[in-house]
């Protein structure tokens, strides 16, 4: 749904939809941003089917979800340092904290 176009005499409705609208839609996107900070095959096209990308969604959504919880700091943006001065392309701490965890992400059929 599109927000209302405002004319000069807008109903108070339709200017509380608009607020309602503008601020969901900022939540949406942090999310979406933060799922693509974390897990980088979300930041272009994903060639797998539509059912298949749906999981992987569901499956990113999840394990962002336990990352938060166990508090497992998101991927530094390119260019940014962590505190030990370097910078790795992987996602450095959230790899290998994943990875010690026990929690990888291989269904069959996925694309290497």
Do not use: W
């Amino acid at each position: 749904m599109a927000p209302y176009t405002l004319p000069p005499a807008t109903p108070r409705a339709q200017l509380n939809y608009n607020r309602a609208h503008k601020t969901t839609r900022a939540v949406v996107e942090r999310g979406i941003g933060q799922l693509k900070r974390r897990f980088h095959v979300l930041h272009g096209e994903v060639r797998l089917r539509p059912e298949k990308v749906s999981k992987l969604i569901i499956a990113c959504a999840i394990l962002h979800n336990i990352c938060k919880v166990r508090q497992i700091a998101e991927p530094l943006e390119d260019g940014d340092e962590d505190e030990d001065g370097d910078n790795d392309e992987d996602g450095g701490m959230l790899t290998e904290q994943v990875l010690r965890m026990g929690m990888v992400f291989d269904p069959p059929g996925y694309p290497e």
